[in-house]
């Protein structure tokens, strides 16, 4: 049976030889394809300074915004946020571009995540008295992935072990991944027990970019590429050239009078981009209502008063949406919200819904709610 690295070693080869859109993508039953993916499992835990009720209940506040966070950083590089689900989120690289690059994408999404949550840990320890810990797992291989981006198979399950044997504030790598970054950062090998080193295959601690790969990492953050048509991609381009943000649109959500279905478009100088019709735009409509005019007074009532800047709490939010307590699902789809918006080469995507601690906005004044 051939191995995980032998089967990327070859998949490489044929890609550098051939240069294909989807990587052995093989259209299954269903639209379903077979990419070689870079999947990114992160957990995060709590070291509470006293034991109580209260101290829990503000922890588990906390993990669901840090989860917001992270998801945010995710899809600033790139990645596709796969699944939120207590205290584990996983995201997935490898979808659009080439397997190097997202692999690399995702080493450098874990890093910055790293970063971001050692800051944050100091922060609530000066605040709450409680510290926050992460463990990173990152691993490459064959997965099938459903046409709504969700993989499943083997390698997904790998990288959430992975994580779980990481040790507190540890990024771990498998040989897989590690082959494909190449040079182009610092690793070490992860100590295991000689019982577990003779059975198991090595695995490696993830330390930074190595000294010299600037290139490599300006190449992983800049912009996934786009899907629009020509006419509507030299739009997007005099939209950039024009310094347009997110601020600058503004958008339209249509909706059935059953409320079953959403469209949206952006539009800017007199030119539109039309993102069509998604379940996640559902949670568009709902914040629209908290700074646009029109839409449904049922929506309109359930929310509540309304602020003068837009801003809608969570727990609002999430009984308009039907999902009391379903942070998880809120997290997922503001993250498919900004991530159409970026696939549509929208500017100021990841501003397209903004985030204050309990409350939710949509990023701009102007906009309006049309019944179809």
């Known amino acids: 049976m051939e191995s995980s690295i032998a089967i990327i070693q070859r998949v490489l080869a044929n890609h550098t030889a051939q240069r294909p859109r989807d990587i052995e993508g093989s259209c299954c039953q269903g639209g379903v394809r077979r990419h070689l993916l870079t999947v990114l499992s992160l957990s995060l835990d709590f070291a509470l300074d006293h034991d109580s009720d209260s101290m829990a209940e503000i922890a588990d506040t906390l993990l669901q915004a840090q989860l917001g ?12 946020v796969a699944s939120v689900l207590f205290d584990r ?3 997935c690289f490898g979808h659009q571009a080439e397997p190097d690059t997202e692999a690399a994408r995702a080493a450098h999404a874990a890093l910055q995540l790293a970063k971001e949550i050692a800051q944050r840990s100091l922060q609530l320890a000066a605040t709450h008295r ?31 072990r992975l994580e779980q044997q990481a040790a507190a504030n540890t990024i771990l790598l498998t040989s897989a991944t590690r082959l494909i970054l190449g040079d182009g950062f610092e690793t070490a090998p992860f100590q ?14 993830l330390l930074g970019p190595s000294c010299g790969a600037a290139s490599v990492r300006a190449a992983c953050t800049q912009a996934m590429p786009c899907n629009a048509d020509e006419h509507e991609t030299t739009q997007q381009g005099q939209w950039r050239k024009a310094g347009c943000s997110c601020q600058d649109l503004e958008l339209e959500v249509a909706f059935s009078q059953d409320l079953e279905r959403m469209w949206v478009s ?13 379940a996640c735009f559902y949670l568009l409509f ?14 309109r009532a ?6 003068p800047e837009g801003w809608v709490e969570t727990e609002a939010v999430l009984r308009a949406i039907g999902r009391d307590g379903g942070r998880s699902h809120l997290n997922i789809d503001v993250h498919r919200i900004r991530s159409a918006f970026h696939a549509a080469g929208v500017p100021g995507s990841l501003s397209i819904i903004e985030r204050d601690a309990g409350r939710l906005r949509v990023g701009t004044a102007h906009g309006k709610l049309v019944a179809r």
Not at 69 to 80: I, L, N, P, R
Not at 266 to 278: E, Y
Not at 286 to 299: A, C, F, N, Q
């Open 69 to 80: 966070f992270c998801c945010d950083t995710a899809a600033s590089f790139g990645g596709h």
């Open 89 to 91: 989120m996983v995201v």
């Open 130 to 160: 409680l510290t926050m810990a992460y463990r990173l797992g990152l691993h490459t291989g064959m997965a099938v992935v459903e046409q709504d981006g969700r993989p499943d198979g083997l390698t997904p399950g790998r990288a959430v």
């Open 192 to 205: 295991r027990s000689s019982s577990e080193a003779a059975l198991r295959p090595p695995i490696w601690r």
């Open 266 to 278: 952006a539009m800017h100088d007199d030119a539109r981009i039309r993102l069509g019709s998604r």
């Open 286 to 299: 709902i914040l629209g209502h908290g700074r646009w005019d029109g839409g449904s007074e049922k929506v």
């Open 302 to 307: 359930a929310l509540g008063t309304r602020d």
